[in-house]
């Protein structure tokens, strides 16, 4: 479980994303300031600053972890590997407070602005990149290809799962991701 003030630092920055991501789908990307945001959050220019290092990155939602605590617990399962990466994944997207109107919103912003689709390959290949470690760890540095490769699956299946929740899908996107990484168990038996 995340420290206290890792969660309030985790909202402040969704707070912020939000107010960034409405702003952008009223007025333009590029009519939107770092002022204007500021103003709508209803914190201070430095405050802004210390969240996002320029007015792009709160366009992009605030980085996921997993805590020492999850990834100790992955490495050392030796239970379904399946069932211990969804146990895995799933908890960060339980702590972001997300609905489908504004990831859809988001979506449509990241979609009309390249800078913004390049940040965005950028978060979802970083994401990546802690599955991978968690599960080259796990498989004890033997197997980095298969890890790579399992890693890419599951990265591709959360963004199948982002896409299916945005328009139709009335569970949690938790929960959605979940079900999609478990699925993996039959897509290729059938």
Do not use: C
Not at 23 to 41: K, Q
């Amino acid at each position: 479980m995340s420290s206290l003030r890792e969660k309030r630092r985790i909202k402040n920055a969704q707070s912020i994303h939000r107010v960034a991501i409405n702003l952008a789908a009223e007025h333009g990307l590029d009519n939107v300031t770092t002022e204007m945001i500021s103003e709508a959050a209803g914190i201070s220019l430095r405050t802004f600053f210390n969240y996002f290092p320029y007015k792009e990155a709160a366009f992009i939602p605030p980085e996921m972890n997993f805590t020492q605590e999850s990834i100790n617990s992955f490495v050392t399962s030796k239970g379904d590997l399946l069932e211990d990466l969804a146990k895995l994944i799933t908890p960060p997207f339980h702590e972001i407070e997300i609905d489908q109107q504004h990831l859809k919103r988001s979506h449509d912003v990241v979609k009309q602005n390249p800078k913004l689709m390049v940040m965005r390959v950028h978060f979802v290949h970083e994401f990546e990149s802690k599955i991978f470690n968690a599960i080259v760890n796990r498989f004890k540095d033997e197997e980095q290809q298969k890890a790579r490769h399992i890693a890419a699956v599951i990265s591709a299946t959360i963004r199948l799962s982002f896409e299916t929740w945005i328009d139709e899908n009335e569970n949690t996107l938790a929960n959605t991701i979940g079900d999609n990484i478990l699925s993996l168990k039959t897509l290729f038996n059938k």
